[in-house]
Every structure is written in structure tokens, then in C-alpha cells.
């Protein structure tokens, strides 16, 4: 018999998507999307399969929910670096050395998830692939921009090679991520920063 409420709506959810992709998030980011299971999931989020893909749609849809709040703080801390720091000198080193204070933050998971999913999507579709290398496009531009900028106010020679040294602080930028992985001590990341610094708007003549 009906009830007087008319038509059964469905359940509402009981979880807070937030939290729960901010676990997952996390799971990503120490297994890597090809290493992290639905079982994995399920467990870490603390919802079963069925809340996960009615929430999210598939695994691919919630790793990339998951990259994109991921990509938030390294954005953020990005774009605070380059924007507030009073020369390009300065933004660049603060900006490589608070991402090392990111990637050693926790003690699991360590390093860069858009860094280190380069190596660990061999099982996701293309879209996911290209949403990483995208992302790690949009650091690379956001470093160049900002060294043009140096160019420009006189900070840099007028002959750098932009392109270059966007291209060789960004791979620095994503060596600190492997680095870190691989249980590198921050210090010395930072010592190798120090170091890569001395050498700051170089560039072989053209």
C-alpha cells in the first residue's frame, strides 16, 4: 500500500564527501591509481563500492575528484610563491623549498601524487593521463610566466633563455618529488636547493 508521502526516495547519504575524498585522496596518493584496488577503497573511505560509484561515478572519476583537491595545495602554494615573493629569485627558491615541506609532510604518503602518477596509471584510461600531464603543463607555464616577468623587470638578461630555465627549475620541482619518495631526507633536499640556487638565471649562450 502507498504511504501518504508519495513515491520512496532513495537513501540519503550517511558520509561527507569531503572526508571521504580526502581519503582516498590519500590512498592515491601513497599506492598510485594502478596500486590502489576497490577493496583498498572501500576500506580507506569507510563507504562500500556501491556509495563509492554512485557518489563518483568509477574509480576514474573519483581519482581524478581526488587529483583535482590534491592539486589545490600545490597550486596554491605555487601560485602564493611566484605572486608574493618580491623577485623571481625568491619566488622560485621559496616555492621549491615549502614543496618539499609538503612532500615531506606525512610521513605516508611522501612526495608529489601528480609527479609520481606519471609512473603508476598504466591501467587508467587517457583521460587520466592527460589530466596529469596537463597539471604538471600548467606548473611548468605558471614557473616560465613568472621568469618572463624577471626578464622584463630587468631582474634576468634580456637573452635568457626562458623556456630553459622554466624547464630546469620544474624538472628540479619534480626530482624533489622522486627524491622524497625514496626517503631523501628534507634537509638535504634543501641543501640541494641551496646549491641548485647559486646558479640562479644561467643559461648556456645562444
Not at 91 to 108: D, P, R
Not at 155 to 163: G, N
Request: proline share 4%.
Amino acid at each position: 500500500m502507498a504511504d501518504g508521502g508519495g513515491a520512496r526516495r532513495g537513501r540519503p547519504r550517511v558520509f561527507d564527501e569531503d572526508e571521504v575524498l580526502d581519503r582516498a585522496m590519500h590512498l592515491f596518493w601513497e599506492k598510485g591509481y594502478d596500486g590502489t584496488s576497490m577493496v583498498d577503497l572501500v576500506r580507506a573511505m569507510g563507504i562500500n563500492s556501491p556509495s563509492i560509484y554512485g557518489a563518483f561515478g568509477s574509480k576514474e572519476r573519483l581519482y581524478l575528484r581526488a587529483m583535482a583537491r590534491y592539486t589545490k595545495i600545490g597550486e596554491g602554494i605555487t601560485g602564493r610563491a611566484l605572486a608574493e615573493q618580491p623577485t623571481a629569485r625568491q619566488a622560485i627558491e621559496v616555492m621549491l623549498k615549502q614543496h618539499v615541506e609538503l612532500f615531506t609532510g606525512f610521513a605516508s604518503p611522501r612526495g608529489c601524487l601528480v609527479v609520481l602518477g606519471a609512473a603508476n596509471t598504466s591501467q587508467a584510461g587517457p583521460e587520466v593521463r592527460e589530466a596529469l600531464r596537463r597539471q604538471r603543463g600548467r606548473i611548468r607555464e605558471a614557473i616560465r610566466d613568472r621568469l618572463a616577468q624577471a626578464v622584463e623587470d630587468g631582474e634576468l638578461p634580456a637573452d635568457s633563455d626562458v623556456d630553459a630555465l622554466a624547464t630546469e627549475y620544474h624538472t628540479f620541482l619534480n626530482g624533489l618529488s622522486l627524491q622524497t619518495s625514496d626517503g631523501v631526507p628534507a634537509q638535504v633536499l634543501l641543501n640541494a636547493i641551496d646549491n641548485v640556487m647559486t646558479g640562479w638565471g644561467r643559461t648556456p649562450p645562444r
